[in-house]
Every structure is written in C-alpha cells, then in structure tokens.
DNA sequence: CAACACAAAGTAG
DNA sequence: CTACTTTGTGTTG
C-alpha cells in the first residue's frame, strides 16, 4: 500500500499538524530517489523561503517516516544535517549513498 | 519565553 | 580567507 499525497494530507491534518508541516512533509515526500534537497530549497518549495529552521522541525515530528525520505534532506552547504529517525546521522549518510545521493 | 534536523550576513583575526 | 557570533523564521514545549 503505497501511501499517495491524498493519502498523506488526510492523515497529516487528522494528526492536527499544520499547514506549514503539511506542506513540507508532502514537498518531501515527492523528492526523488536519488536526489537529494537543501532545508533551504524545501523551504522556497513550500512558499516560506526563509523558515528552513522550522522545515526541519516539520520533519523532526514527521509521523510517516518510513514513506516520506527525509533523509534526502540536507543542509545547503552539502553536509547532512541531523537525522533523529532511528539510526540518526550515520544510517542517513549510507542511504543517500546506496541510492548515489551523495558522492562519498 | 526558549529551543530547534538551518542559513546568511556581520565581526574579528 | 577562515572562525565565531548574531539574526531570521515557524512550530513546539
């Protein structure tokens, strides 16, 4: 069961997020594999090109972790960033680098 | 009110 | 140019 964009907009609003988080969580779940996206670039995405701090807070409480890869969100500078998933930082860097994300 | 999965500009050397 | 400090932004505790 693959979990679609209406899917996930129902689910979000149920939890009481945010249209602010809302926002972030779907722009991230349609990132590409393989590719990966600034804070910042997330953020211009959502229409709050400056809120890149509370993009990551969005994704800190991000409940559809397994379905929404947040770890192809990185910092603007190219490193990683934080990760609080299970397997913080370091699980985030060996995915990116499985999918050819990052270079090495 | 203070803190946070960040970033850009300012200050000091 | 490099390193450290301060300010901005939206949500949460």
């Known amino acids: 069961m693959v979990l679609t964009r209406d899917r996930a907009l129902e689910i979000l609003k149920k939890k009481g997020f945010t249209d602010f988080q809302i926002k972030v969580l779907l722009a991230t779940m349609r990132i590409p594999k393989g590719e990966t996206v600034t804070y910042k670039e997330l953020a211009k995405m959502i229409g709050y090109p400056k809120a890149y701090r509370a993009v990551g807070t969005a994704l800190s409480i991000n409940p559809l972790a397994p379905q929404i890869p947040c770890h192809r969100v990185i910092k603007s500078d190219g490193s990683l960033g ?17 999918e050819g994300a990052i270079k090495k």
């Open 82 to 98: 934080n990760y609080s998933a299970p397997g913080g930082t370091r699980l985030k860097r060996k995915m990116l680098m499985a």
